[in-house]
T-cell receptor, first 117, second 116 residues
């Protein structure tokens, strides 16, 4: 049973460029969340995708956008990169259970480390 | 808004010592979940424990135990008889229980170093 996978592992870009990060959820999961973790900080929620739509969004500018495909995999796109975008980008997947208050466990991938020069 | 504070930035102990990691949270909601995650140098977040706001019973799971006190909004985590492999960054996190997979709000983490 494959867990959450992310690609690439590492990425180096220059300011102003655009980047796309990819995430494949754990088998059977339908929801993908993205987090940004700057050096020495805790992860911060960027957004979440469910049924190919953005379900929740954190306090990130529109330069951060995403997409979810019919197979539940997801992409995170960042335009006009800034030095401050350098971080570890974590993807988490879960299975949404409707009509319940139960918490649905989020499983994290290994992350993509983005360096902006 | 929700907030998680981990006042301890770094902790260093000698192997076999017990160590407690502190966590204080803020939320106006009455139903929520609290978590502890471990992040080794590899970067992947590893889930350790989860507690919901209606269950203040403190438990022990192997070498891990936690102390949840709603009166002080604290959710402390203890590792008993620490081992070198416990060295990692530990994050406390909060999530609202609104159905589905709600976002996690993390603290800044506590770096634990266990020396042999």
């Amino acid at each position: 049973d494959a867990g959450v996978t992310q690609s690439p592992t590492h990425l180096i870009k220059t300011r102003g460029q655009q980047v796309t990060l990819r995430c494949s959820p754990k088998s059977g999961h339908d929801t993908v969340s993205w987090y940004q973790q700057a050096l020495g900080q805790g992860p911060q929620f960027i957004f979440q995708y469910y049924e190919e739509e953005e379900r929740q969004r954190g306090n990130f500018p529109d330069r951060f956008s995403g997409h979810q495909f019919p197979n539940y995999s997801s992409e995170l796109n960042v335009n006009a990169l800034l030095l401050g975008d350098s971080a570890l980008y974590l993807c988490a997947s879960s299975l949404v259970r409707e009509l319940t208050q139960a918490y649905n466990e989020q499983f994290f991938g290994p992350g993509t480390r983005l360096t902006v020069l | 808004a929700q907030k998680v504070t981990q006042a301890q930035t770094e902790i260093s102990v000698v192997e076999k010592e017990d160590v407690t990691l502190d966590c204080v949270y803020e939320t106006r909601d009455t139903t929520y979940y609290l978590f502890w995650y471990k992040q080794p140098p590899s970067g992947e977040l590893v889930f350790l424990i989860r507690r919901n706001s209606f269950d203040e019973q403190n438990e022990i799971s192997g070498r891990y135990s936690w102390n949840f006190q709603k009166s002080t909004s604290s959710f402390n985590f203890t590792i008993t008889a620490s081992q070198v492999v416990d060295s990692a960054v530990y994050f406390c996190a909060l999530s609202l229980a609104q159905g589905g997979s709600e976002k996690l709000v993390f603290g800044k983490g506590t770096k634990l170093t266990v020396n042999p």
